[in-house]
Structure formats: structure tokens, C-alpha cells
């Protein structure tokens, strides 16, 4: 098999028009900040001059790793289940931000350790099996079992698309999963194993120390020269397959790509490694507490909106940048001109530093 994604780059001939309205509001330039390079983006990836933010989505993909079962994490594997129960009964942070922000949110059992009987509008069964393998011992998908992610993962965001949301953000449950995250940078950034290695869900120095060394017996079993895909099926999980999946149909269909945190960075890293392009319609949220999510950002030449220490997981980076997004559009189609007020251009100068 193989990937058949059409991504191209926004087309720049808009960009000095968009530069332009943004320069002409009344304001110094460039005393907005970041929100005018979000705008700027934005009016990009939608080719417009009065960008819009229609029925945002966020999807939550959960999963189980077989690697969790030697103690990489705090919590025990079961955990997974637990919070995805959580997550359909309305019950934690993703929940939460989710409503707070008007945001439809859709959770998606990817290879959970159970069973959910929920028939909720909102949960998506799409279940590759009962977990990954242990990667200590084989990798942790078939190849089969890795495009099945993809290709269904692809297939989430093509239905979201159908109901005319341009804006989806992606989060992840999955006790162990960061583990998968900090191979997936170690292998595609060349950064020391060690570099990429956290705490995760809140390991002590000794809980890292053995993590790190479970890391390390795993990773010698493999080649050190594996392409994206490869690095994808052998260290990652199916949640993270079915994000890189949703992320590349995302840009393919030009919609806005929030991306969380160290995990939903990590299929991020994976998408960018197959389609340089679709980096172009991402906008990343937040930098998260955990240890190795600078290095990713780094790699990927990537300026997070927030800095609040969070590393949750959940999409819950994404559900609380939202509306910084609605911020950089609601300027660009409100905020009145120099020329609209009379007020003097002089006014219009660059912030002093």
C-alpha cells in the first residue's frame, strides 16, 4: 500500500493583500503580536481576506499500548478505559473546555483495552485491536494494522468535513503512549534517546531513569535508518496512527490543524516527515511540561501559542487556545482601518522593542 494524501502549500499570492489589511488596522504594526501571524495563516489556508471559524471539532482518538505493561508509566494500563469512560460521561478537563468554548468533541476507541457499550452520537468505534503490541519484542503494529489507522483516521475528519467545519483540533488518551512519543522524536530528530524522555504522567527521577532504559533495550532491537512510516508502526500507537492519518486529510481538504501536545506532536512529526506541506495548516497550542515537546517544536520549526507548564494530553491544549484563534479573525473582519476612522496613519508605526 501507499499513502495517496494530495497536499499542496497555501498559495501565496494573497499574502501581501492579508499583510496589508492587517498593517492598515488601527494600530502600530505589529502590536497585535502573534495573533497577526495566526491570522495571516489563517487567511492563507482559507484564500480569503475575511477568514472564518466554522464548527470547530476537537477528536480524541484513545489507545492502549503494550509497552505500558513494564511500568513506564505512573498509572496502570487500565487507566486508559477509565478515562475514556470519563471523557463520554462529560467528566473530564476535555469535557470541560470543550463546552466552555463551543466546540464539538468527538472521542474515538482507536485499540482501547475493553469494551464500551456507550451509543453515544459522539464516540466513534474504531477499534484495531485490543491495544498495540509490546515493542520490546516486535513492533508494535502490522503494516496492515498501520494503514488501517490512517486510512480510517483520514475517513473521521473526511465525515467532520461534511458538516462544514474548517477548524479540528487533536488529542489522545493512552496510558504508555508517551514512550511511543519520545521514539518517534528520537528516531526522526537524531536527538539522543535520553533528550526525549519525561516524566509523562508524573514519574519520579527514578521512574524516568527505568523508563529511559526500557526505551533504550527496546530501540537496539531496531534499524536506526527507518522512514517515517516504519518508525510509525514500530514504536507508535494506534491513536497516533489514526492522527497522523486525520491530520494529513485535514490538509488535504485545507481545514485548520490544532495540534496539542507531546503525543499529537509526535503524529505530527510523522505527518510533516510524509507531507512536508501539511505542516502549513497546522497551528500549534500550547508547549507542554513534558520533557521532550521543545525538541519536537524545534524540529519542526514551530512557535507554540501558549506556555503554561499543562501536559494533560486530551486535546485540552487545543480547547483552550481556540479562542485565541477566534481573536486573530475577529480583528481581521472587525477591527476598523486607518481609513475608516480618519485616524492619522502616523499612529501607524512599528511597536518599539
Not at 519542526?300 to 494533560?312: E, H, K, S, T, Y
Request: glycine share 10%; proline share 3%; hydrophobic share 40%.
Amino acid at each position: 500500500m501507499s499513502l495517496s494524501f494530495t497536499i499542496s502549500a497555501p498559495s501565496l499570492g494573497l499574502r501581501p493583500e492579508l499583510q496589508r489589511k492587517i498593517d492598515k488596522k488601527t494600530k502600530p504594526i505589529g502590536s497585535l503580536g502573534r495573533l497577526e501571524g495566526v491570522a495571516l495563516q489563517i487567511g492563507l489556508i482559507q484564500q480569503t481576506l475575511s477568514p472564518t471559524l466554522t464548527k470547530p471539532h476537537i477528536v480524541v482518538f484513545a489507545a492502549d499500548h503494550g509497552i505500558a505493561e513494564h511500568g513506564v508509566s505512573q498509572y496502570p494500563q487500565e487507566v486508559t478505559y477509565q478515562m475514556v469512560k470519563n471523557f463520554l460521561n462529560g467528566g473530564a478537563a476535555i469535557n470541560t473546555f470543550s463546552k466552555q468554548n463551543n466546540i464539538e468533541l468527538i472521542v474515538a476507541d482507536a485499540g482501547v483495552k475493553g469494551e464500551f457499550e456507550e451509543v453515544q452520537d459522539n464516540f466513534l468505534n474504531l477499534k484495531i485491536a485490543y491495544g498495540t503490541n509490546n515493542f520490546l519484542e516486535k513492533p508494535a503494529m502490522s503494516e496492515k494494522e498501520c494503514w488501517k489507522c490512517i486510512e480510517q483516521g483520514s475517513k473521521v475528519v473526511e465525515n467532520i468535513a461534511k458538516k462544514g467545519t474548517n477548524i479540528i483540533g487533536f488529542g489522545e488518551m493512552g496510558i504508555g503512549n508517551t514512550s511511543s512519543a519520545s521514539l518517534i522524536l528520537h528516531h526522526l530528530s537524531g536527538l539522543k534517546l535520553a533528550e526525549c524522555v519525561g516524566s509523562g504522567t508524573g514519574l519520579n527521577d527514578k521512574g524516568i531513569q527505568k523508563k529511559l532504559t526500557i526505551l533504550k533495550q527496546a530501540d537496539r532491537k531496531y534499524p536506526k535508518n527507518m522512514k517515517a512510516f516504519e518508525v510509525l508502526r514500530t514504536f507508535g500507537g494506534f491513536e497516533i496512527a489514526h492522527m497522523v492519518g486525520a491530520m494529513l486529510e485535514a490538509a488535504q481538504q485545507n481545514i485548520i490543524i490544532l495540534v496539542d501536545g507531546f503525543i499529537a506532536t509526535s503524529a505530527a512529526m510523522i505527518a510533516h516527515a510524509l507531507y512536508p506541506q501539511s505542516k502549513e495548516y497546522m497551528i500549534f497550542s500550547h508547549q507542554s511540561g513534558e520533557y521532550g515537546h521543545v525538541h519536537m517544536l524545534e524540529h519542526l520549526r514551530a512557535m507554540p501559542l501558549l506556555l503554561l507548564g499543562m501536559r494533560l494530553g486530551e486535546g485540552t491544549g487545543c480547547a483552550i487556545a481556540y479562542p485565541l484563534l477566534e481573536s486573530a479573525v475577529n480583528f481581521m473582519n472587525n477591527m476598523a482601518s486607518f481609513e475608516e476612522t480618519g485616524v492619522s496613519e502616523a499612529a501607524n508605526k512599528q511597536t518599539p522593542i
